[in-house]
C-alpha cells in the first residue's frame, strides 16, 4: 500500500514562509494528479493545488500568486512552498494522489478520484 506523509507544518507569522512537503513511498499506480487540500474546523475540505504528470499546475483562487507547488519524482516528494501565508490559511493540510490526470483540473469536484491521502499535516498562520 502507498503511504503518504506530510511534514513541514507548524506556526508561521502572517507575511512569512513555510514549505510543505509530502513523501510517497510503497507501490501504487502512476501518480497522475498529485494535489494539496487543506480543511479548517467546522469548513468543508477544499482543494488548495494540484500538479499533473506533465508538471502542469492549478491553484486555488485565494492562494494563486502566494503559493507554489512542484514535485521531484526522483525522489517522490511533493512540495508546497507557502509565502505570504494569511491568518485564513490556517488549516490541516493533506496531500493526496489520484491515477486520472483529470482530477487536477478541479479537485474539489474530483475529491473522490484521489485515492491515497496523508494524515495531515496542520499549519497556524497568526
Known amino acids: 500500500d502507498v503511504q503518504l506523509v506530510e511534514s513541514g507544518g507548524g506556526t508561521a507569522q502572517a507575511g512569512g514562509s513555510l514549505r510543505l512537503s509530502c513523501v510517497a513511498s510503497g507501490y501504487t499506480y502512476s501518480k497522475y494528479c498529485m494535489a494539496w487540500f487543506r480543511q479548517a474546523p467546522g469548513r468543508v475540505r477544499e482543494g488548495v493545488a494540484a500538479?499533473?504528470?506533465?508538471?502542469?499546475?492549478s491553484y486555488a483562487d485565494s492562494v494563486k500568486g502566494r503559493f507554489t507547488i512542484s514535485k521531484d519524482n526522483a525522489k517522490n516528494t511533493l512540495s508546497l512552498q507557502m509565502n505570504s501565508p494569511k491568518p485564513e490559511d490556517t488549516a490541516m493540510y493533506y496531500c493526496?494522489?489520484?491515477?486520472?490526470?483529470?482530477?487536477?483540473?478541479?479537485?474539489?469536484?474530483?475529491?473522490?478520484?484521489?485515492?491515497?491521502w496523508g494524515q495531515g499535516t496542520q499549519v497556524t498562520v497568526s
Open positions: 500538479i499533473d504528470s506533465g508538471g502542469g499546475t
Open positions: 493526496a494522489t489520484s491515477q486520472w490526470v483529470g482530477s487536477c483540473r478541479d479537485p474539489d469536484r474530483r475529491s473522490g478520484d484521489f485515492g491515497y
